[in-house]
């Protein structure tokens, strides 16, 4: 069956810190991903999308994502984190053939400490 | 170039109603998904209209329904409300190409009490 586990419910890390949230995805080919962000009282942001080419991906607001196709997984990492980047994280993944009916993991919560 | 909309923020309803909401889709956009995310939970996508007809359903119930006006704005009706229907529904817009973003609204938050 096609899933999406983001292991990590909770992360906390201090500001300035390095940070790497971690998916990981069962699909039957070669999937669309996506990292999206959730602030309270907001809906989903997009931070970057992966669909081929350079695995390495470069988002919005510092963060970048690598695809690993022998591990199943797509990373999210920010060199330093703010403050502001406290939020929820969803790791997503879609069809080649329709970039609809998105197949989401159940989030990780970055919490940062002063 | 305005973003996606919904309406209403917050809305309580008791088991056996009915409800309808609302989404107006960015500009430029003909493709409307929506999705249901319980707390703690991600979203799980409900289905999505094309031009007006349903082009995607995900593993929801008939009484989850939809419409998609000439505008391309949007409803989601769910009949004889249940307990488990309290969520937060969030509409995403897009073009219809693929690889095109899906752009969300910041949702509605439904309790069935």
């Known amino acids: 069956a096609q899933s999406v586990t983001q292991p990590d419910i909770h992360i906390t890390v201090s500001e300035g810190a390095s940070l790497e949230l971690r998916c990981n995805y069962s699909?039957?080919?070669?999937?669309?991903l996506f990292w999206y962000v959730q602030s309270p009282g907001q809906g989903l942001q997009l931070l970057l999308k992966?669909?081929?080419?350079d695995t390495l991906v470069q988002g919005i607001k510092g963060f970048e994502a690598e695809f690993k196709r022998s591990q199943s997984s797509f990373n999210l990492r920010k060199p330093s984190v703010h403050w502001s980047d406290a939020a929820e994280y969803f790791c997503?993944?879609?069809?080649?053939?329709?970039?609809?009916?998105?197949?989401w993991g159940a989030g990780t919560k970055l919490i940062i400490k002063p | 170039e305005t973003g996606v909309t919904q309406s209403p923020t917050h809305l309580i309803k008791t088991r056996g109603q009915q409800v309808t909401l609302r989404c107006s889709s960015q500009?430029?956009?003909?493709?409307v998904s929506w999705y249901q995310q319980a707390l703690g939970q991600g979203p799980q996508f409900i289905f999505q209209?094309?031009?007006?007809?349903?082009?995607g359903r995900g593993n929801f119930p008939p009484r989850f329904s939809g419409l998609q006006f000439p505008n391309y704005s949007s409803e989601l009706n769910v009949n004889a409300l249940e307990l488990d229907d309290s969520a937060l529904y969030l509409c995403?817009?897009?073009?219809?190409?693929?690889?095109?973003?899906?752009?969300f609204g910041p949702g509605t938050r439904l309790l069935v009490l």
């Open positions: 209209y094309y031009r007006e007809e349903e082009n």
């Open positions: 992966y669909f081929s080419g």
């Open positions: 997503a993944v879609g069809p080649l053939d329709s970039n609809y009916q998105l197949i």
């Open positions: 500009s430029g956009h003909n493709t």
């Open positions: 699909y039957g080919a070669t999937p669309y």
């Open positions: 995403a817009s897009s073009r219809d190409s693929l690889g095109e973003t899906q752009y």
